[in-house]
């Protein structure tokens, strides 16, 4: 009979690893349920402010629970502790701020960049006193750094969304002036970075195209950023609508043998009149021009 095989310390590293990975993300969706519609009533009118008080509070008993020094009491309390960390990323995921890969990407980092010593070509073996006197330089030069607004904008560039971060990187420059005069001049660049695309669509390389797609982009964010209006949730509703809206044009043909072999005309007149039968909340019925790509 043959012994069983021991892992080895490397293999259980892997596998603690991964368990605290699954468990992590377990606790994530767990909070985004409880956000959901269909969750708790009570989790889902927490804010920043409503959950700082837990914050604190959690923050304190895990404090008590080391100072009684028993293992257990601290393992609940750190749960506890972390169960409020969650809801504090989630609600800012929610309101499109960060989010909770942005908050362990970000100490992660940090931690990174102030270990020289033991992660990068410092030398090694400090001791606690001369670690202590390297972090406050290190802080120092961070300290500087954020208050230039490149660094800033750099930050703004690490967020989940492009579009926010869009907006996060024009407000910055904004603060020292460097902005459109008005709404008009934010709009009229639209047309502008439209047009340089289209002359790149004919003779530009895929390199020089995605780079005046990007420049449009950009535009149309400046706009939103002008306008007060999110332009994540901007599109977000647009997604909504075409799904809706595509969803009938399915509906109208679906005892008609799908959609598959239509005429691009007739798709365009019965996505028109759905078009026409759902006017925008507050504007009047859609013009009937054949935009079925368009909200």
Known sequence: MESPVTPSSAELAVADAAEETRQFARLM??????????????????????????????????????????????????????????????????????????????????????????FGEAERGLSPDRVVDMWGKLKAEEKRQRSRLTSRMEEAARFASALRAAVQIQAEAATVGFDFPDRA??????????????????????????????????SIVNVARLLGLDPDAALRQANQKFIRRFARLEDRFEQQGGLAGRSIAELDAVWNEIKQAEPERGEPAASTDGDRLTG
Request: charged share 25%; aromatic share 4%.
């Open 29 to 118: 969706a767990i909070i985004r349920t409880l956000r959901s519609p269909g969750g708790c009533s009570w989790d889902r009118k927490q804010t920043h402010e409503t959950m700082r008080k837990y914050l604190l509070e959690e923050a304190q008993e895990v404090a008590a629970a080391i100072e009684q020094g028993h293992p257990l009491p601290i393992c609940e309390e750190l749960g506890d502790l972390l169960m409020t960390i969650a809801m504090q990323a989630r609600i800012a995921e929610e309101a499109g701020t960060f989010t909770m890969t942005e908050v362990l990407r970000g100490i992660s980092d940090k931690l990174i960049g102030r270990h020289p010593h033991v």
């Open 185 to 218: 001049s934010a709009v009229a660049k639209i047309f502008e970075e439209a047009e340089e695309l289209r002359a790149d669509l004919e003779n530009g390389s895929p390199a020089a195209q995605e780079a005046e797609l990007g420049d449009l982009l950009f």
